[in-house]
């Protein structure tokens, strides 16, 4: 068994809920996060645009237990929609095996 965990920003919400759709995924948690970075370019501005009026950024955090075929499915599906685009904060996903559950 794995758990997948992914961040992504509040803008890609919504193409994360349709990843879990196309990757067949029925059922996950979420809980909302707000991520907070330092990092600035040599020009003082902050150097994530999603964060870079305010001193931090809404993303959404999701996980799910799946057998390793899905979790592959889904981490494929992540993979694929991040080449397509052109951003600095792609969907950010983690699969992790589940050695032991009650």
Known sequence: MKVV??????SFY???KKIYQIA????YSEFDV??????ADKNGGNSNWFASNKEYYDS???????SEDK???LMNQISE???TIDCCSPIHAYMLDVDKFI
């Open 14 to 16: 919504d193409n994360l």
């Open 60 to 66: 959404t955090a999701t996980f799910s237990f799946l």
């Open 24 to 27: 067949n995924i029925s059922a």
């Open 34 to 39: 707000k991520g907070y970075t330092k990092k």
């Open 71 to 73: 979790a592959l499915i």
């Open 81 to 83: 929609f991040n080449n």
């Open 5 to 10: 965990i992914i961040f992504c920003v509040s």
